[in-house]
């Protein structure tokens, strides 16, 4: 049984893999793909997604959404003083040649709304891999999609240390109030892959290897933007152990393998919108007396091998 999706997402190098995976691998029907703020500008993020589609020669639509947070005016700390110790780690451009193919005409945020309002669209889920902006815009204007939407994958927040602050991952930090807003909006099935989980399931040198070895345009993109990637993560102290978390493709793989997820939780969770030091930070309340219902489940493991596998039948011909 093939399944319909969209990817919500602002296309940076991780990003970009989930896309191709999504609109290649047989069993997956990437139906739209939707652009938000974040990784870098919207313009950016939106011909990211372009790019990456004219790679594999997929005819996929792509809708801009959100320019800028839903209530700020702009990240809690602007993107160029954030970035500034790495500015090349996330590309403006990635390294694909310039999009031929064009965004469409609908705004993301609507495109969204008029999808899931269609009874025909009540089986797509809906994987969102950036900032939830254009989620919680769509759920604000249209409070009857929190029914209809089928499954909510979210990439974002962490359990344990953040990779913006020490206690906030980068998606719900951008816009902690659209994290919120749309964890609170009562969408039936919400699964969120966080930090956790995605820096468990890193890829390898040899991973890349493998999907070089391999050889077709979906591999040989993935192979770079994550050798990309590699290149900015910490060294590890020798070759073999160099890796990275390829975070937004690990949502698509869960969709045809939950059982990459090896612990999950499930309980209340909710974003901090007010905090000084904890601002964007994923609460997960797993005490056992807890009187809230629970709204989502939280993987806490993965499994790298079953990942790579799936990336490998992604790419493969
Ligand atoms: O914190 C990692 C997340 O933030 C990933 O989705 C990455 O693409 C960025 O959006
Ligand atoms: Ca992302």
């Not at 020669?57 to 005016?73: D, K, M």
């Not at 702009?74 to 310039?98: K, T, W």
């Not at 060294?235 to 493709?249: E, F, G, M, Q, R």
Request: hydrophobic share 45%; glycine share 6%; proline share 8%.
């Amino acid at each position: 049984m093939t399944i319909r999706l969209i990817i919500d997402c602002d296309t940076g190098s991780d990003d970009a893999v989930a896309i191709m995976a999504a609109a290649l691998h047989p069993e997956l029907d990437l139906i739209a793909v939707t652009t938000v703020n974040g990784n870098v500008p919207l313009a950016n993020t939106t011909e990211n997604s372009l790019r990456v589609l004219d790679h594999i020669g997929s005819s996929v639509p792509v809708f801009a959404g959100a320019p800028r947070p839903l209530v700020r005016p702009d990240f809690p700390i602007p993107r160029a003083v954030l970035n500034g110790d790495d500015p090349e780690f996330q590309q403006l451009y990635l390294d694909f040649p310039p999009a031929v193919s064009t965004v469409q005409g609908t705004n993301a945020v609507q495109f969204l709304i008029d999808t899931y309002s269609d009874d025909a669209n009540l089986d797509v889920v809906l994987v969102a891999v950036g900032p939830l902006t254009n989620v919680a815009a769509a759920l604000a204007a249209a409070p009857q999609l929190a029914s209809r939407i089928p499954r909510l994958v979210i990439m974002g927040g962490s359990i344990g240390w953040g990779n913006v602050t020490p206690a906030a991952e980068f998606n719900f930090w951008v816009d902690p109030e659209a994290a919120e807003a749309v964890l609170s909006s009562g969408i039936r099935e919400i699964t969120i892959l966080p930090l956790d989980a995605t820096h468990d399931a890193p890829i390898s040198l040899a991973d890349c290897d493998r999907l070089d070895q391999i050889g077709t345009p979906g591999a040989r993109g993935t192979s770079a933007l994550i050798r990309h990637r590699i290149g900015h993560y910490p060294d590890a102290p020798d070759a073999a152990k160099l890796t990275a978390p390829v975070h937004d493709a690990l949502c698509v793989a869960y969709l045809l393998h939950p059982e990459v997820v090896t612990e999950m939780l499930t309980c209340p969770v909710h974003v901090e919108t007010t905090g000084e030091r904890t601002l964007g930070a994923m609460l997960v309340d797993t005490r056992p007396w807890s009187v809230e219902q629970a709204n989502a489940r939280v993987a806490k493991r993965a499994d790298a091998q079953i990942f790579v596998q799936f990336l490998a039948d992604a790419f493969s011909p």
